[in-house]
């Protein structure tokens, strides 16, 4: 049974930090991309960043470039988001994604998709 279980969400103040984890099982981790997406009450889902099987290709949103950084341990299963200088706008449940998902079904796709986590930052 493939999971993806994200951790490190809470509520936090603008210009701090948190570290977002995603505990993978049930599937060869290392063989797959992987990306963080979010999605802030009554908006679309936001593409946050991809990170190739290896973790040598790298992208990220416009949005967050320069204050995210997303990485893995293929050893350990596991994908990270560390998010610094956090904004208002970043707001927003924050899910785990296994390449092969699509947004259309983010809400009932437990072998592509985490079920996410909050995160919250207050001015």
């Known amino acids: 049974e493939v999971q993806l279980v994200e951790s490190g969400g809470g509520s936090v103040q603008v210009g701090g930090s948190l570290r977002l984890s995603c505990a993978a099982s049930g599937f060869a981790f290392e063989s797959y991309d992987m990306r963080w997406v979010r999605q802030a009450p009554g908006k679309a889902p936001e593409w946050v960043s991809n990170?190739?099987?290896?973790?040598?290709?790298?992208y990220y949103a416009e949005s967050v470039k320069g204050r995210f950084t997303i990485s893995r341990d293929n050893a350990k299963y596991m994908l990270y988001l560390q998010m610094n200088n956090l904004k208002p706008e970043d707001t927003a449940r924050y899910y785990c994604?296994?390449?092969?998902?699509?947004?259309?079904?983010?809400?009932?796709?437990?072998?592509?998709w985490g079920q996410g986590i909050q995160v919250t930052v207050s001015s």
């Open positions: 990170i190739n099987s290896r973790g040598g290709s790298i």
């Open positions: 994604q296994r390449d092969g998902g699509s947004l259309a079904t983010m809400h009932t796709d437990r072998d592509h």
